[in-house]
């Protein structure tokens, strides 16, 4: 059966560019028979903003848009919100970990700040520079039973120099979006991604993602940027309300519009 999700983040209004990346996923599940899900992305915490979920969701409703599953009517794979999900994400970056396919970074800010400070002043591309990867496993034993703090990098093949080992879990247990969605979207049997492209560069590492786990992947698709009249992509900075969808609610426009 066809899947797919919209996982919007809870940090603001509607855009009119969610509003279509949600609207391409419904009419797809609607044409295949198959299910749309909700799912909520609110693991970058700092970013939240009060009620958002709620105007999100009462904007999609305005659009006519409904879901099969969700964090307000529930499923078979609760919780449908990532905050909620924190043990799965740290369950499976350890499994990653003993995979080989990630590793324990315990580098301070401090040292990471520095690095990337010398590399800026050297004109070198800024990444982490796998100071953590080749630690013996009594040095990562000796370091966790200490508690020092950590987080999980994606360990990228040798010889992939054009990709980073991204932060896959925070050192508040947190994960990054490239570990919460893979791992949702396979927990949760999602068969297609369909996103905007802004997360094209990003799909790389979650192919070596699924790839370490030993899972299947999902079908990609990914949707070009709604543009203003001047064929720049909308932007709340630029449009200002006109990039939200409520605006267009509060002016009495129909959802068919």
Same mark, same amino acid.
């Given at each position: 059966?066809?899947?797919?999700?919209?996982?919007?983040?809870?940090?603001?209004?509607?855009?009119?560019?969610?509003?279509?990346?949600?609207?391409?996923?419904?009419?797809?599940?609607?044409?295949?028979?198959?299910?749309?899900?909700?799912?909520?992305?609110?693991?970058?915490?700092?970013?939240?903003?009060?009620?958002?979920?709620?105007?999100?969701?009462?904007?999609?409703?305005?659009?006519?848009?409904?879901? #099969? /599953?969700?964090?307000?009517? =529930? +499923?078979? *794979?609760?919780?449908?919100?990532?905050?909620? &999900? @924190?043990?799965?994400?740290?369950?499976?970056? #350890? /499994?990653?970990?003993?995979? =080989? +396919?990630? *590793?324990?970074?315990?580098?301070?800010?401090? &040292? @990471?700040?520095?690095?990337?400070?010398?590399?800026?002043?050297?004109?070198?591309?800024?990444?982490?520079?796998?100071?953590?990867?080749?630690?013996?496993?009594?040095?990562?034993?000796?370091?966790?039973?200490?508690?020092?703090?950590?987080?999980?990098?994606?360990?990228?093949?040798?010889?992939?120099?054009?990709?980073?080992?991204?932060?896959?879990?925070?050192?508040?247990?947190?994960?990054?979006?490239?570990?919460?969605?893979?791992?949702?979207?396979?927990?949760?049997?999602?068969?297609?991604?369909?996103?905007?492209?802004?997360?094209?560069?990003?799909?790389?590492?979650?192919?070596?993602?699924?790839?370490?786990?030993?899972?299947?992947?999902?079908?990609?698709?990914?949707?070009?940027?709604?543009?203003?009249?001047?064929?720049?992509?909308?932007?709340?900075?630029?449009?200002?309300?006109?990039?939200?969808?409520?605006?267009?609610?509060?002016?009495?426009?129909?959802?068919?519009?």
């Amino acid at each position: 059966m066809v899947r797919v999700r919209f996982a919007p983040s809870p940090t603001g209004e509607l855009h009119l560019g969610s509003a279509r990346t949600a609207l391409y996923n419904y009419l797809f599940a609607k044409k295949n028979d198959g299910k749309f899900i909700m799912r909520l992305e609110d693991t970058d915490q700092e970013r939240l903003v009060e009620g958002s979920l709620k105007r999100m969701l009462g904007g999609l409703a305005w659009l006519g848009l409904t879901w #099969d /599953e969700g964090p307000d009517i =529930g +499923g078979p *794979y609760v919780p449908y919100i990532q905050s909620e &999900r @924190l043990p799965i994400y740290k369950k499976q970056a #350890d /499994e990653l970990i003993n995979r =080989g +396919g990630a *590793y324990y970074c315990f580098c301070s800010a401090q &040292r @990471l700040e520095v690095l990337r400070r010398v590399q800026e002043a050297e004109k070198q591309i800024t990444k982490y520079d796998r100071a953590c990867l080749n630690l013996k496993p009594e040095e990562i034993k000796a370091k966790l039973e200490a508690k020092l703090p950590y987080i999980v990098r994606l360990k990228i093949p040798a010889g992939q120099t054009s990709l980073d080992d991204s932060v896959l879990l925070k050192s508040d247990g947190f994960p990054t979006y490239h570990l919460a969605n893979v791992v949702d979207d396979h927990l949760m049997e999602i068969t297609h991604v369909i996103r905007g492209e802004e997360w094209l560069p990003s799909t790389p590492k979650h192919l070596l993602i699924y790839q370490g786990f030993g899972w299947s992947t999902p079908e990609f698709a990914h949707l070009p940027n709604v543009l203003n009249e001047k064929k720049t992509k909308l932007s709340k900075r630029k449009d200002g309300e006109a990039v939200w969808v409520q605006t267009y609610q509060a002016q009495g426009y129909l959802p068919e519009a």
